[in-house]
C-alpha cells in the first residue's frame, strides 16, 4: 500500500512538471447590434415595403453580406429592404434579417412579423378598353383605397384580350374568383385575392376556337354548377364540392330538334335554378337549369295565364340585355326588326309541381329613351328598371308599365357619356352601392367612376367620383367578399 501511494505522488508530480503548449488566446465574437427594423409590418399586395437600416458594429461593413428572408426565400441581398410583394400569400409572415460575417461566417438574424393584406379582398373592378384593347383596373376599399390601373397586365405581365365583354365575380365558401371575358384573345380566370391568372377560358374546352360570351357568376350553391356561352352554344361544367377546377367543361347542351344559337345574354328566372336565354336562331326563348347536365335547352313551358301580348316561342328581335328586377322577375331588352326597342318582362313559377313561365308584359321604349349604345341596370331594391343612354340616366317603373311614355321617369343628367351601369347589393354584406361608368374624352385615361345615391328620390346625387380609371369601362364589378 505505501509503495503505491508513493509511486502516486511520482506520477502525480512528473504530470505538473510537463511543458503545456496550447493557445489559449481567443479572439471575441464581435457583435451587431441591428436598428430600424419594427417590431411588426403590415403590407398590401402590389406595393413596395422599405425597412431602412442601421448597424452598429466594430466589423467593416465592406465585410459583410446581407439577406432578408420569409419563409426560407430570399426576398433581397441589400442591408437596407426594398421589396414590392405581388403574388405572396396573404397572411402572417416572419420575416428575418440576417448580417453574415464573410471572414468567420458569423451570422446575425433579426425577426419580425409581416402581415400581407390583400387590396382587391373589397372594391370596384373595372374592364375598361382603348382602341379595342381590354384591360382591368380596380379600385380597392382597403387601406388608402389606392386605384390600380391596368393591374391585370402589372401583375400577369401580359395582356387581356380584344374587344372587352364582361368581368363578373365568382364565390363560394371555397372560391374566391374573378371572371374576365373577352371578345378574342385572352379571357381569363383569376384569383381574385391576388389577381394572380389562374387559367384561360379558351383552353379549359373541348372544342376548339372557343370564345366565351357570358357565364355565370351567381353564388354557387351545393350543385356548384358553372355555364358559358360561345359560339351560340351552353357550356356547362360541374365544379365539385372542393374546388371550381376539379372537372372538366362539357361539350354544349343538347336542344331540341329545332337546334338553337343563343345571344351572348341570360338571366335567372325567380326559382332557384332555372335560366331564361334568347334563341336567336328560331326567335324564341329557351331555359335551362344549371344543376344537371341532362338537362336541354328547350322551350318554355308556359302557364295558361301568359299574357297575349307577345309569345315567348316567337320573338323577333336581337337581343340586347337580360336581367331580372327586384322581385326576381326576368327581364328582356329586344331590338325589334322595325328598329324599336322593347322590353319583355316574364316570370316562373310551380304550377302543380311542373315549372312553368308566364309573360307578363311587352313594353315598347319610347323613341331615343334607348339607343345602341344603351346600358341597363336592374335597381336591387325597387321595381325599376334603370336605363343610361348619352349623358341621361332615366328609371322605368315595372310596376306601371301600361302607362307607356309616362313609366319613364328622368333621374340625372351627368358631364359624360354613361357607358356601364352596376348596381352592387348585398344585405348580408351592408353593401347597397349604384355606379355608373363616364366617358370623359380624356386622350389617355378616358374611364370615370361615379358613385350616386341608390334612392330613386335623390336625382342621381354624386357621392363619390373617380376619374381616370383606365381606359372606357365597359363592364364593372363591387368585388364583395
Not at 429592404?81 to 402572417?92: I, K, L, P
Not at 315549372?355 to 311587352?362: I, P, S, V
Amino acid at each position: 500500500m505505501r509503495r503505491f501511494i508513493l509511486l502516486l505522488l511520482v506520477t502525480v508530480c512528473l504530470a505538473s512538471c510537463l511543458k503545456d503548449d496550447g493557445n489559449y488566446t481567443y479572439t471575441p465574437v464581435q457583435p451587431v447590434k441591428t436598428m430600424g427594423i419594427a417590431d411588426a409590418y403590415r403590407v398590401f399586395l402590389q406595393t413596395s415595403l422599405t425597412i431602412p437600416v442601421t448597424l452598429t458594429t466594430a466589423i467593416d461593413e465592406a465585410d459583410l453580406t446581407f439577406n432578408w428572408m420569409m419563409e426560407g426565400d430570399t426576398l433581397c441581398r441589400t442591408k437596407d429592404f426594398n421589396y414590392t410583394f405581388s403574388n405572396e400569400a396573404t397572411a402572417a409572415h416572419v420575416l428575418v434579417f440576417e448580417a453574415k460575417n464573410n471572414k468567420t461566417n458569423v451570422r446575425y438574424t433579426t425577426s419580425t412579423k409581416l402581415t400581407i393584406v390583400s387590396p382587391f379582398q373589397t372594391g370596384w373592378a373595372f374592364l375598361t378598353e382603348s382602341n379595342h384593347q381590354a384591360g382591368l383596373s380596380f379600385l380597392s376599399y382597403e387601406g388608402e383605397g389606392e386605384l390600380y390601373k391596368d393591374v391585370y397586365k402589372t401583375i400577369n405581365g401580359e395582356a387581356l384580350g380584344t374587344g372587352a365583354v364582361v368581368v363578373k365575380q365568382i364565390y363560394d365558401f371555397d372560391v374566391n374568383r374573378i371572371a374576365i371575358l373577352c371578345k378574342a384573345g385572352n379571357s381569363v380566370d383569376l384569383d381574385g385575392t391576388t389577381l394572380a391568372r389562374i387559367k384561360y377560358y379558351q383552353t379549359e374546352f373541348k372544342a376548339p376556337g372557343f370564345e366565351p360570351l357570358a357565364i355565370n357568376a351567381e353564388q354557387f350553391a351545393n350543385d356548384r354548377f358553372l355555364f358559358l356561352i360561345s359560339g351560340g352554344k351552353i357550356y356547362s361544367k360541374n365544379v365539385g364540392y372542393n374546388s371550381v377546377d376539379d372537372a372538366n367543361y362539357e361539350f354544349p347542351l343538347d336542344g331540341d330538334n329545332k337546334g338553337y344559337e343563343l345571344a351572348g345574354n341570360y338571366t335567372k328566372g325567380p326559382l332557384y335554378d332555372y335560366y331564361l336565354v334568347y334563341d336567336q336562331l328560331n326567335k324564341r326563348y329557351l331555359r335551362f337549369a344549371r344543376a344537371s347536365f341532362s338537362t336541354v335547352v328547350s322551350p318554355l313551358p308556359l302557364a295558361q295565364t301568359s299574357t297575349p301580348a307577345f309569345d315567348p316561342n316567337n320573338v323577333a328581335g336581337e337581343s340586347v340585355w337580360m336581367g331580372q328586377s327586384s322581385s326576381a322577375k326576368a327581364l328582356s331588352v329586344i331590338k325589334t326588326p322595325s328598329g324599336k326597342y322593347v322590353l319583355h318582362v316574364l316570370n316562373s313559377e310551380f304550377v302543380n309541381g311542373l315549372e312553368k313561365w308566364t309573360a307578363q308584359a311587352a313594353y315598347e321604349f319610347p323613341d331615343g329613351v334607348v339607343t345602341a349604345n344603351s346600358c341597363f341596370a336592374a335597381h336591387a331594391t325597387n321595381p325599376y328598371l334603370l336605363i343610361g343612354t348619352g349623358r341621361s340616366l332615366k328609371a322605368l317603373n315595372l310596376d306601371a308599365l301600361s302607362q307607356g311614355a309616362v313609366a319613364v321617369n328622368a333621374i340625372s343628367t351627368y358631364d359624360a357619356e354613361i357607358t356601364a351601369i352596376s348596381y352592387a347589393y348585398s344585405n348580408a354584406k351592408s353593401v347597397n352601392e349604384l355606379a355608373l361608368g363616364l366617358n370623359t374624352g380624356d386622350a389617355e385615361f378616358p374611364g370615370s367612376l361615379l358613385i350616386i345615391n341608390s334612392s330613386l328620390t335623390a336625382n342621381g346625387a354624386v357621392i363619390r367620383r373617380v376619374d381616370k380609371v383606365g381606359g372606357v369601362i365597359k363592364s364593372m364589378l363591387r368585388k364583395i367578399q
